[in-house]
Structure formats: structure tokens, C-alpha cells
């Protein structure tokens, strides 16, 4: 079968654009860059990346046609993700100012890679608009004629691109300039950035299941 190169254009066009859009992934991979440096913002980065591939799996097994049609369970998603970025927000919001350090390395192991990946991964896999956006583009979007190798193509390609755009967020915001920047607000970042991850999540909570 030839592959369908409209189709993956238009995936990849409209996935583009929800990406840069900023939302929970964005204010996490933005702290993280911040408060813990370039390593820990690139595993959350990755995080994020590949919690795509588990919405795309469930999408393509039909299992997201039953959260779809599940009150229940798409209600039991949007509360625990609501719940993690609560969460999220008030450690951020009364975590100690973050400080400067002498070169841009010296703050790189305050946090495990592991936990770092472990956090992008949920912020994205508890997020209700992620489970509704890839229910929508694998039922409305891809054909029921494309052929799974095919769409695992585009679920890769996506995880991808997804990586490399906040891989770039990540090496911007860490940049001396720009950190430097951050670290002059002092305790007002974590304030903003808590109150930022709380305004998303109560936001979340009140995402719709249609």
C-alpha cells in the first residue's frame, strides 16, 4: 500500500500546532528548565514525548473509543490529572526561591533523571485535552484503510517532534541569559509558575466529556 502522504502532512500540520500552543507540558518543561537546569527540563522533555505513544496505542486498539463513550473513566482521568498538577502547583508555589548558581551545571543533579521523565510522562498522560486530541485525530483524522505500520509511523514521528520542540524550549530557557532573568524575580517564579500549574488544573477539572 502506497503510503498516504496527505494524510501524514496533515497529521503532523495539525499536531504542530496544538504542540506550540502552551498548556501543562510547556509551564513543566519551562520550571524545570529554571529550577533545575537543562539535563532535568530535557528527561521531562522526553517524558512528555513518549507519553504520546500510550494515548496512540490505546487510539489504535480502540480503547480510546471506550474512554470516548465512558463517562466514568474520562471523568477518573480528568480529577487524577487535575489532582497531580494541584499538586504540582502547590509545591511549586511554596517551594524556596530558586538561586543563581555559579556556572549553569551547578543545580543539574537536585533531581533524578528518573523523576524528571516521570513527571513530563504524567503531565501529559493525565491530561484530558491529550486523551480527547489523539481519541479525535486516530477516529476523525487517520482512515480506517491506513495500515498500522503506518500509523505507528505517525505516532513516532509525532513523539519526535514533540521531543525536539521542547528540547528547544529547554536549551532556550536555559541559556545564562535567560535563566539569569528568571533567577531576578526570585520567589515570584515559583509563585507564578505555582499559580500557573494551579490555573490548569482547576481549568482541567472542568473539561467536558462530550
Known amino acids: 500500500m502506497d503510503f498516504p502522504l496527505i494524510e501524514y502532512l496533515t497529521i503532523l500540520g495539525i499536531f504542530c500546532v496544538v504542540v506550540i500552543v502552551p498548556g501543562p507540558d ?5 520550571r524545570q528548565s529554571i529550577t533545575h537546569g537543562r539535563r532535568t527540563a530535557i528527561f521531562t522533555s522526553a517524558g512528555v514525548a513518549s ?17 470516548s463513550q ?3 473513566m474520562f471523568t477518573i482521568i480528568k480529577f487524577v490529572g487535575a ?25 543539574e543533579n537536585t533531581i533524578t533523571s528518573a523523576k524528571a521523565y516521570a513527571i513530563g510522562f504524567l503531565t501529559n498522560l493525565l491530561n484530558p485535552k491529550a486523551v480527547l486530541f ?26 519526535v517532534l514533540l521531543f525536539l520542540w521542547f528540547s528547544l524550549v529547554s ?24 499559580l500557573a500549574l494551579i490555573f490548569i488544573a482547576v481549568r482541567m477539572a472542568l473539561v467536558t466529556h462530550k
Open 171 to 194: 536549551i532556550f530557557f536555559t541559556t545564562k541569559k535567560v535563566r539569569n532573568s528568571f533567577y531576578k524575580i526570585g520567589k515570584w517564579f515559583n509563585r507564578v509558575t505555582g
Open 26 to 30: 510547556f509551564a513543566m518543561v519551562l
Open 51 to 67: 507519553s504520546i505513544i500510550v494515548h496512540s496505542a490505546y487510539s489504535i486498539l480502540g480503547l480510546g473509543f471506550i474512554i
Open 83 to 107: 489532582a497531580y498538577l494541584l499538586w504540582l502547583g502547590i509545591n511549586a508555589f511554596f517551594a524556596p526561591a530558586p538561586k543563581a548558581p555559579e556556572n549553569l551545571t551547578e543545580n
Open 134 to 159: 489523539f481519541i479525535s485525530l486516530f477516529t476523525v483524522i487517520i482512515s480506517v484503510d491506513t495500515i498500522l505500520v503506518h500509523k505507528v509511523f505517525y505516532v513516532l514521528s509525532m513523539s
Open 70 to 72: 465512558s463517562l466514568l
